[in-house]
T-cell receptor, first 119, second 111 residues
Framework: GAVVSQHPSRVICKSGTSVKIECRSLDFQATTMFWYRQFPKQSLMLMAT?????????EQGVEKDKFLINHASLTLSTLTVTSAHPEDSSFYICSAHLTGGRSYNSPLHFGNGTRLTVT | GESVGLHLPTLSVQEGDNSIINCAYS??????FIWYKQESGKGPQFIID?????DKRQGQRVTVLLNKTVKHLSLQIAATQPGDSAVYFC??????????FGSGTKLNVKP
């Protein structure tokens, strides 16, 4: 069964509004979660690392004020796309290590993604 | 981030044949790699992983080969089935347990 849950699976919003996406680890604690974005027929691009109890770290070129990340607890990370525009329309996917990030080599497990459409 | 790339964007195989999907990576210091399968509209699903101290690892119907000399990774799927049709990505572990993905190969299994 799923070990990482994302909500909502789909969202449509109007340009200029903000959208929040939730990522939950099920039955395990994750001190670190990772947010990716994927455009159609393209690969996953790492956006940022969500850290419980501290600030997220962003990959080069990702606007931290545009994509707000909050890791409120050991099982929940949220990504808020602020003042969304049509170019932000994409598939956003979160992930976590089952070990919570404490193991050196362990696979990432992914949620089923959130399809964001900005009109 | 590190560059991980694929040479073949689409691979078509006949049901029952073996499939080989290739991936090149750029960071010779990478010590852990994963293959993922992604079906349309879903998140990537873990298939198999390999550490850099190995050159081969087998799972159920899948085998991953790692050639560190030429920085090349491959995924072999035996007796390919229609349910194997998906996009396959290799991912390379970078610093701080972050993973960087290759460009992906779409596998199309013809019945």
């Amino acid at each position: 069964g799923a070990v990482v849950s994302q909500h909502p699976s789909r969202v449509i919003c109007k340009s200029g509004t903000s959208v929040k996406i939730e990522c939950r680890s099920l039955d395990f604690q994750a001190t670190t979660m990772f947010w990716y974005r994927q455009f159609p027929k393209q690969s996953l691009m790492l956006m940022a690392t969500s850290n419980e109890g501290s600030k997220a770290t962003y990959e080069q070129g990702v606007e931290k004020d545009k994509f707000l990340i909050n890791h409120a607890s050991l099982t929940l990370s949220t990504l808020t796309v602020t003042s969304a525009h049509p170019e932000d329309s994409s598939f956003y996917i979160c992930s976590a290590h089952l070990t919570g990030g404490r193991s050196y080599n362990s696979p990432l497990h992914f949620g089923n993604g959130t399809r964001l459409t900005v009109t | 981030g590190e560059s991980v790339g694929l040479h073949l964007p689409t691979l078509s195989v006949q049901e029952g044949d073996n499939s080989i999907i290739n991936c090149a990576y750029s960071n010779s210091a990478s010590d852990y790699f994963i293959w993922y399968k992604q079906e349309s509209g879903k998140g990537p699903q873990f298939i198999i992983d390999i550490r850099s101290n190995m050159d081969k690892r087998q799972g159920q119907r899948v085998t991953v080969l790692l050639n560190k000399t030429v920085k090349h990774l491959s995924l072999q799927i035996a007796a390919t089935q229609p349910g194997d049709s998906a996009v396959y990505f290799c991912a390379e572990k970078g610093n701080f347990n972050k993973f960087y993905f290759g460009s992906g190969t779409k596998l199309n299994v013809k019945p």
